[in-house]
C-alpha cells in the first residue's frame, strides 16, 4: 500500500495510521548513555523555551499541563520528524478486524507504534522506564519527564551527527593511502633485495670455472654443448608463487633431482619473459624453444625440499636448460 508523509495529513488521518520507525541503530549504540539524565529536572517553562529556541516545534503550557492522548501522540510523531528519521504511514488492513473494530484497533495500533519509537529513543539516553500508559494516560510529570530525555538526546544527536560527518571527510581516503604505501613498502623492499644480489659474473669462484673448464672439454671432444652459463632464483621462497631467474649467479647449490621435484607433479612449468609457457618433459630436464639467455619465471611452487635458497641452472646447448 503507499506510504504517506506522516507531515502532510491531518489528524483525523494520523489516527487512522500505523507508524514505523526505520532508525539506524548502528549511530544510535555510539550515544553514550548517562548515569542519571533527569539530575535537573525541568519546567514546563524549561521545555517549552528548549524546543521552541532549536525550533524545534511550539507547546502551550495549558497542553502540557494537562496532556491527553491525542495531544502526546501528536507532539512525539512531530518531534520525531526533526530527529531525520524515516516515519512511514501505512494504512491497516481493513480486513484484519472485525465486529465494527476498526476504529479502535487503528487507534490502539498507532498509540504501540508510536510508543516504541519513542522509547527507542529515550531508552538510549539512560531513560528505561518509559511505560505504554504514558502514551494512553499521559500524566504532566512523566510527559515533561520524556520530553526532556528526548531534547538530551536531540543535543548529543546533533553533536555527534556534526562530528561524524567532519571525521567522514578528514579519514574517507585512510584505506586507499593505506594500500598505497604497502604497496610502496613491497616496491622498495624488492628493488633493495635485487640491488643487493649478486647481478654480475665478473668473480666467478673456482668451482664454476671448473665447471666452465669441464664443459669446454666437453665442446672439443666432439660434444655439441656450449659454455655452460649459470642461471640464479633470486630469494626463493616455498610460499611464494613467482620465482624469477637470471643470469650471473656467483653461487651454486647442487640439488638432487629427487628433492627438487614432488612426486605429485609430472612436469616443471616456465614462463619466459616473452611470455611462452615452457614444461618440462621428464624429471630435471626443461626443453625451451626460444633463445638462449632469456629470464625465466618459474610458476610451480610445490617442488621439494630446499635446503638452499638458491639453485643453479645450467646452459647445455641453446634450447637446452637441465637441472644440476
Not at 503507499?2 to 555510539?30: E, G, H, K, P
Not at 647481478?199 to 666467478?204: H, Y
Not at 668451482?207 to 666452465?212: F, L
Amino acid at each position: 500500500m503507499d506510504s504517506i508523509n506522516l507531515f502532510t495529513i491531518d489528524r483525523t488521518n494520523q489516527i487512522r495510521s500505523t507508524v514505523t520507525l526505520i532508525s539506524n541503530s548502528i549511530f544510535l549504540s555510539t550515544i553514550p548513555t548517562f548515569c542519571d539524565p533527569f539530575d535537573l529536572l525541568f519546567t514546563e517553562d524549561d521545555i517549552i523555551d528548549f524546543y521552541k529556541s532549536n525550533e524545534i516545534i511550539s507547546i502551550r503550557k495549558e497542553d502540557l499541563q494537562q496532556p491527553s492522548k491525542e495531544f502526546v501522540i501528536e507532539l512525539y510523531m512531530l518531534i520525531l520528524e526533526k530527529f531525520d528519521k524515516s516515519i512511514n504511514i501505512y494504512q491497516p488492513d481493513i480486513l484484519a478486524c472485525i465486529n465494527g473494530l476498526n476504529d479502535h484497533m487503528e487507534q490502539t495500533y498507532l498509540a504501540i507504534n508510536v510508543f516504541h519509537c519513542i522509547n527507542y529513543f529515550v531508552s538510549s539516553i539512560g531513560m528505561n522506564d518509559m511505560k505504554m500508559i504514558d502514551i494512553l494516560e499521559p500524566k504532566r510529570d512523566r510527559t515533561i519527564r520524556i520530553l526532556h530525555s528526548l531534547a538530551t538526546f536531540y543535543v548529543r544527536y546533533n553533536d555527534l551527527n556534526d562530528s561524524w560527518f567532519k571525521y567522514k571527510e578528514k579519514y574517507s581516503n585512510i584505506y586507499r593511502e593505506r594500500k598505497e604505501l604497502e604497496k610502496r613498502n613491497a616496491n622498495l623492499k624488492r628493488s633493495i633485495k635485487d640491488k643487493s644480489s649478486p647481478s654480475t659474473s665478473s668473480s666467478v669462484p673456482s668451482s664454476s670455472k671448473s665447471a666452465s673448464s669441464s664443459s669446454s672439454n666437453n665442446k672439443s671432444n666432439g660434444s655439441q654443448k656450449q659454455d655452460a652459463k649459470s642461471i640464479m632464483t633470486k630469494n626463493i621462497d616455498k610460499s611464494s608463487n613467482l620465482w624469477i631467474l637470471d643470469s650471473g649467479c656467483t653461487t651454486h647449490t647442487t640439488i638432487n633431482d629427487k628433492d627438487l621435484i614432488d612426486p605429485e607433479f609430472k612436469k616443471i612449468q616456465f614462463e619466459t619473459a616473452s611470455g611462452e609457457t615452457v614444461e618440462s618433459e621428464k624429471i630435471g630436464d626443461v626443453i625451451i624453444k626460444p633463445k638462449a639467455n632469456q629470464q625465466l619465471i618459474l610458476k610451480n611452487v610445490a617442488f621439494g625440499k630446499f635446503n638452499s635458497n638458491l639453485i643453479s641452472i645450467r646452459q647445455l646447448p641453446l634450447d637446452y636448460f637441465q637441472f644440476i
